[in-house]
């Protein structure tokens, strides 16, 4: 978008608007430490790697294809490649040729991956129950949901088949 010619005011969040966005920036930094943390100590692995982990482990067969996989979970092919290598190097996780497609891999949940996330599922779950939901009254958790699910909509590409930005 040419913004060159652009000369309307920027839209400035005000006061009340900008200390929830402080609050909501400063809250997610500290989950996502809180819980990388969390699996670092107790599996050897950053977040987004479990998160890969229960992707595989809830896709049919327990395999999806690379481009799914780096679809779903919002990183690069580059970053997926290199998880994905970390992953198969402790035996969690396989790559697999596609058939039907020379150029197409699948990666697939090993047994000792679903064992590792077997382990490690309750103290996730302890995690993130002990950092949010533990913190909030259930009026809160319904609020909480249901205005995620409003951002999310809102955020969600209307295209689902565009080029990404997170795939290149």
């Known amino acids: 978008m040419d913004t060159m010619g652009d000369t309307t005011e920027p839209r400035w969040l005000n006061d009340d608007e900008q200390r929830v966005w402080r609050s909501y920036l400063h809250a997610t930094t500290l989950l996502e430490d809180h819980l990388d943390r969390q699996l670092q100590r107790d599996a050897g692995m950053p977040h987004v790697y479990y998160g890969l982990l229960v ?10 294809r690379m481009t799914e996989l780096a679809k779903s979970a919002k990183i690069t092919r580059s970053r997926l490649s290199h998880a994905v290598a970390r992953l198969e190097k402790n035996g969690w996780v396989r790559r697999e040729e596609c058939p039907s497609d020379k150029r197409g891999q699948f990666a697939r949940l090993t047994e000792e991956g679903m064992e590792v996330l077997r382990r490690t599922a309750p103290g996730h779950v302890a995690a993130v129950r002990q950092a949010m939901f533990d ?4 009026e809160q958790v319904e609020q909480l949901g249901a205005i995620m699910r409003v951002m999310a909509e809102g955020l969600e590409p209307t295209d689902p088949e565009a080029d990404l930005p997170w795939l290149r």
């Open 55 to 64: 992707q595989l482990s809830q896709a049919p067969r327990r395999r999806l």
């Open 135 to 138: 913190r909030l009254a259930p």
